[in-house]
Antibody
Framework: QVQLVESGGGVVQPGRSLRLSCVGSEFNFRNYGMHWVRQAPGKGLEWVAVTSYDGSKKFYGDSVKGRFTISRDNSKNTVYLQMNSLRVEDTAVYYC????????????WGQGTLVTVSS | QTVVSQEPSFSVSPGETVTLTCGLSSGSVSASFYPSWYQQTPGQSPRTLIYNTNIRSSGVPDRFSGSILGNKAALTITGAQADDESDYYCVLYVGTGIWVFGGGTKLTVL
């Protein structure tokens, strides 16, 4: 059974940085693209970023472009989200999700990690 | 900027059929957008229901179905049950490595 486990969330001041991690197991991690999706408190889901299976291609949502960086280390079965210049509006639960091998959807989700940006 | 629209809320009685829709600010939704649907209950991670317009994810009951209705993607629940009360999100792949979520529909079953 596919497992995705996020970590690295916490409370951080505006303007500071934080790095999230997501470890995948029970599947061949290096064969799959990986997403980050977030959900602000009481709000809907928002797509954040995606990396290709080998990390060569990366795409971002408009609200995080230029501040967040997605990366991966296939030797560690881990995808990262480096978040810089954090804003109050980045407060959310951040989920990692596996990109399906076909039909462009999110086929497995982690449990999420909460990031709170507050002074 | 691409906006994906969903009904903010919907109410259905147990046993009835309900159709939730997913539209696009600029044009029609087609299968080429790979519409997918996700169910989320409070405090839980999203659960994948439907992908590639109409394919049910593993373990999803067959009362959930997906389609294209007119110029929108649609999720139909046939014979709604109490535990279908959830938030439902559609996602469209708009190309060039970009996905866009709809705002979600809060479904009440009463």
């Amino acid at each position: 059974q596919v497992q995705l486990v996020e970590s690295g969330g916490g409370v951080v001041q505006p303007g500071r940085s934080l790095r999230l991690s997501c470890v995948g197991s029970e599947f061949n991690f290096r064969n799959y693209g990986m997403h980050w999706v977030r959900q602000a408190p009481g709000k809907g889901l928002e797509w954040v970023a995606v990396t290709s299976y080998d990390g060569s291609k990366k795409f971002y949502g408009d609200s995080v472009k230029g501040r967040f960086t997605i990366s991966r280390d296939n030797s560690k079965n881990t995808v990262y989200l480096q978040m810089n210049s954090l804003r109050v509006e980045d407060t959310a639960v951040y989920y990692c999700a596996r990109r399906s091998g076909w039909a462009e959807h999110f086929d497995n989700w982690g449990q999420g990690t909460l990031v709170t940006v507050s002074s | 900027q691409t906006v994906v629209s969903q009904e903010p809320s919907f109410s259905v009685s147990p046993g009835e059929t309900v159709t939730l829709t997913c539209g696009l600010s600029s044009g029609s939704v087609s299968a080429s957008f790979y519409p997918s649907w996700y169910q989320q209950t409070p405090g839980q991670s999203p659960r994948t229901l439907i992908y590639n317009t109409n394919i049910r994810s593993s373990g999803v009951p067959d009362r959930f179905s997906g389609s294209i209705l007119g110029n929108k993607a649609a999720l139909t629940i046939t014979g709604a049950q109490a535990d279908d009360e959830s938030d439902y999100y559609c996602v469209l792949y708009v190309g060039t490595g970009i996905w866009v979520f709809g705002g979600g529909t809060k479904l009440t079953v009463l």
